[in-house]
């Protein structure tokens, strides 16, 4: 399996000494890959999907996760960090959700 990526979205909205903001946009069928979270995180939803969580090395290990329009959750990171797999949108309509990452400071 090849390291996971440092990119937790698909799109970087915005970075300062405190703060880095993600986009995360898939639609039906898009994907982003394995990526690793090494900071403590708000996600903040505003159009929810469903999403599958899956090791592309052990399919077995996947789990589907349904996210509502305007869900907010704090995530904590320890350690070196929490490692994501692949997501994928297996629902029929576009998810897209924030990633606000905080940084010490």
Do not use: C
Not at 8 to 37: C, K, M, Q, Y
Not at 58 to 68: L, M, Q, V
Request: net charge negative; aromatic share 6%.
């Amino acid at each position: 399996m090849s390291q996971p990526t440092e990119r937790v979205g698909t799109r970087l909205l915005f970075e300062n000494d405190r703060v880095r903001v993600w986009e995360l946009a898939l639609a039906p069928g898009e994907s982003l890959e394995a990526h690793i979270h090494r900071l403590d995180y708000i996600i903040l939803v505003e159009s929810g999907g469903l999403l599958r969580l899956a090791d592309p090395d052990d399919p077995a290990s996947a789990r589907d996760i349904a996210f509502a329009d305007d869900q907010v959750e704090f995530r904590q990171v320890a350690g070196a960090g929490k490692i994501d797999n692949r997501l994928t949108n297996i629902g029929t309509k576009r998810h897209r959700n924030y990633v606000i990452e905080l940084k010490n400071g």
